[in-house]
């Protein structure tokens, strides 16, 4: 994350004003976030790309009923399970943030194979995705799923989605 402090003075860049997200917003301080910019295709998005972000964090940070969510994982991985552990709701929020500052989100922007030594990344099923919807890919080293994707619908029509692997 840069040092750069967003003020009222300046514009922030869009790399500010997410990582001023990630840090303020969501207080994940050391998240690693990889997108490129001249990538990105938000023309005539009804959902912009931050609040696509906003969305998928708190997909990946508080969605425990979906299987694949990191949420469930660490549930599952630590035996935390709600009514049944004292505290478990902090402690799971504890563990997650753990493994999210270990991590590292990317935006998918486009269909293409992970390069040599990139994170395995894949490209979500029908590329035409991409172009429907934010797509955020989470790795989580650690967890038995280490990469978990939510898909953001650039049209605002549906709820955010999601895979592991």
């Known amino acids: 994350m840069s040092n750069h402090q967003i003020t009222g003075l300046e514009k ?30 938000d023309e005539g998005a009804a959902v912009t790309l931050a609040d696509a ?27 935390l399970w709600p009514g049944k552990v004292a505290f478990a709701e902090r402690l799971i929020e504890h563990k997650l943030r753990e493994y999210m500052d270990a991590g590292e989100l990317r935006l998918i922007t486009r269909c293409e194979s992970p390069g040599e030594g990139e994170p395995g990344f894949n490209p979500p099923d029908g590329c035409e995705t991409v172009a429907a919807y934010w797509v955020f890919g989470l790795s989580l080293p650690g967890l038995p799923d280490r990469y978990f994707r939510a898909f953001v619908s650039r049209a605002g029509s549906q709820q955010c989605s999601n895979t592991a692997t």
């Open 12 to 41: 922030p860049t869009l790399r500010q004003e997410l990582e001023h997200i990630i840090l303020e917003e969501f207080h994940l301080l050391r998240l690693r976030l990889r997108f490129e910019e001249e990538a990105l295709q």
């Open 53 to 79: 972000l906003r969305k998928a964090l708190e997909y990946f940070l508080y969605d425990a009923e979906s299987p694949g969510s990191p949420r469930r994982q660490v549930m599952e991985v630590h035996g």
